[in-house]
């Protein structure tokens, strides 16, 4: 349990958690986005439309943040097109992607609302995953940011 779990609130002045090792090297949490090598993905998102992808060097595991001369990770980003209370849908396809869903982020906004467990659809209506956890106030428009390792092109999202 994170302080950003138990006190929504203080979203508005700290990030929530983030796993560095899970994200390209350089990257790094700000309160209402990500950036990658100082790059804001929720920028990129606003240029290019959605879904997105941003691709960097991956992490070294247990390096402390060494960017890899062979590995890759990519950051997808998608809209939410349909909300429920207990599942959301994105403008992405992501089957087949081994997606952290434990690292997926709500840019765009701080959110003040408690975390809750969302189903994830794709694009296509199929599960990407069993569940995801975000601030329980998600609603359509909003953007989601989340790390896959691997590069990934903008193709296999669409």
């Keep these: 349990m ?5 006190l929504p609130t203080l979203r508005s002045s700290i990030p929530s958690p983030f796993d560095a090792a899970a994200w390209p090297a350089g990257s790094a949490p700000t309160l209402d986005d990500v950036t990658v090598r100082a ?17 960097g060097p991956a992490v070294i595991p ?3 943040g060494v960017a890899s001369a062979s590995l890759s990770t990519t950051v997808v980003v998608a809209t939410v097109t349909d909300a429920t209370p207990s599942a959301i849908r994105l403008d992405a396809c992501v089957a087949g992607l081994e997606v952290v869903w ?5 840019i765009g906004r701080v959110s003040h609302a408690y975390d809750e467990p969302f189903a994830v659809l794709d694009a296509h209506g199929s599960a990407a995953c069993a ?3 975000l601030p329980g106030d998600v ?3 909003d953007r989601i940011a989340f ?6 092109t903008v193709g296999e999202v669409r």
């Design 2 to 6: 994170t302080l950003t779990a138990l």
């Design 39 to 55: 790059v804001s993905v929720g920028r990129y998102a606003e240029i290019c439309g959605t879904p997105c992808v941003c691709t």
């Design 62 to 64: 247990a390096s402390g």
């Design 102 to 106: 434990r690292e997926a982020r709500l």
């Design 131 to 133: 569940t995801v956890v």
């Design 139 to 141: 609603r359509v428009g």
């Design 147 to 152: 790390p896959c390792p691997g590069c990934h």
